[in-house]
């Protein structure tokens, strides 16, 4: 199994910046079958929506669209550590953020059943 624990939620300003981290731990076999990181994130009485998502032995991003631009998502293996730097932040941005492990190299990054192992959130909060 993989654990995912996300930090780095809070309240912020609106244009202002947060960086959330997603530390991944658990046995090496299954740190191995990690083939992307993916951020979600749900507002209240919304659904969960795709945000982000980063491979982890490549370099490949995928964005939605409403943060291309202004979100960075990037990874420090040696850390098992994915990040995603949010800056700009508008007060729709506020919502619980989720990491989640991509369970496939060649699963759709946007689609929730591509990912099995999910954080237990972190608060962001844009005021305006």
């Known amino acids: 199994q993989v654990q995912l624990v996300e930090s780095g939620g809070g309240l912020v300003q609106a244009g202002g910046s947060l960086r959330l981290s997603c530390a991944a731990s658990g046995r090496t076999f299954s740190i191995s079958r990690i083939y992307g990181v993916g951020w979600f994130r749900q507002a209240p009485g919304k659904e969960r929506e795709f945000v982000a998502d980063i491979g982890w032995s490549t370099s490949n991003t995928y964005y939605a669209d409403s943060v291309k631009g202004r979100f960075t998502a990037s990874r420090d293996n040696a850390r098992n550590t994915v990040y995603l730097q949010m800056n700009s932040l508008k007060p729709e941005d506020t919502a619980v953020y989720f990491c989640?492990?991509?369970?496939?190299?060649?699963?759709?990054?946007?689609?929730?059943?591509?990912?099995?192992?999910w954080g237990q959130g972190t608060q962001v909060t844009v005021s305006s």
């Open positions: 989640a492990r991509r369970k496939g190299p060649s699963l759709s990054e946007t689609t929730i059943d591509s990912y099995d192992y």
